[in-house]
């Protein structure tokens, strides 16, 4: 299989607590290539876009509100499998019961909040990943 790319987001509550390098440490270990990375202050539209397959669910707003609290760090990821490798290494959506090993097992947890601050996005297919890097660089 040809190498692949996806979109990571450190989300702002990563970049707000500190943990983009903590982050990017992790993703480099495990070996994939960073490819092209910014700071980005996305505004509403690039948000609604990106999270179009949201759109009326009850978390939509404040996820968009949240998304729109900082910057985040977008990352263009590549390596073989790295879609799926990403999306192992954060960990399931939930960071109180994402697995302890994960990102979002060990750096995440439940602020009680109206949406879940899990630190990181990972697109979850191919075509994901094209749309949203477009969305993003
Ligand atoms: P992501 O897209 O950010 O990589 O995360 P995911 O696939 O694990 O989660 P997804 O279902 O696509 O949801 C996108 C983001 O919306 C927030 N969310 N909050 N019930 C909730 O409070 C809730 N459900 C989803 C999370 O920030 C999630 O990452
Ligand atoms: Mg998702």
């Known amino acids: 299989m040809a190498t692949e790319e996806t979109l990571v987001l450190v989300k702002p509550d990563g970049v707000a607590r500190g943990l983009t390098g903590a982050i990017l440490a992790r993703i480099e270990a495990k070996g994939y290539a960073l490819v092209d990375l910014r700071l980005v202050e996305p505004d509403r539209g690039r948000l609604e876009q990106h999270y179009a397959e949201h759109e009326g669910k009850p978390f939509y707003e404040p996820l968009l509100e ?16 790295v879609i ?54």
Do not use: C, K, Y
């Open 66 to 81: 949240f998304m729109m609290s900082g910057p985040s760090v977008a990352i263009r990821l590549a390596g073989n499998r």
């Open 84 to 137: 799926e490798g990403f999306r192992s290494l954060a960990g399931a959506t939930d960071p109180t019961t994402a697995a302890p090993g994960t990102i979002r097992g060990d750096l995440g947890r439940d602020w009680g909040l109206r949406v879940q601050q899990n630190l990181v996005h990972g697109s979850d297919s191919p075509e994901s990943a094209a749309r949203e890097l477009d969305i993003w660089f």
